[in-house]
């Protein structure tokens, strides 16, 4: 009976193509999954400010991501976490909690244990809305704050 996989005769196995491919497209769909759940939670529809000086941030760490929209219509900000809108950021405290423990529990040990918030907000918005949604942040235990812009225009 003939066995797949190898030359019998010089007792090395032959390199088989078809499984490596199987490997390579199935880690090719877990990083597409990925980046574009991450892509998900970013409103489109923020109009960052410019920072000149912004660096690169660091992306070995876990991170919740709070939109604040500026609605020049209404003079209100709107937040957004997760896809979801909310009148005010006490509303989500408490998702923005267990966003916060579901962090700290993908980490691994070589990633800082501390999750991070960024926070993108319209250039337009009043600070009183960035400060609440930093305050939120902080309620749902969340020290390290960060900020979105951009370099340009």
Known sequence: MAGGGGNM???EPDFQIAPMIDVLLVMLI???TITSAQVLRVDKNIKLPVAQ???KKDSSRAEVILNVRWDVA???AIFTFDDRPYNSPGEFIAELK??????????SASQNPNPRAVIRADKDCPALYVS?????????GIADISFSTVNHE
């Open 98 to 107: 267990l966003a916060k423990e579901a962090a700290e529990k993908q980490i």
């Open 9 to 11: 005769e010089s007792g």
């Open 53 to 55: 000086s912004a660096t």
């Open 30 to 32: 877990f990083f597409m």
């Open 74 to 76: 209404t003079q209100k």
């Open 132 to 140: 609440q949604a930093m305050g939120a942040a902080a309620e749902a």
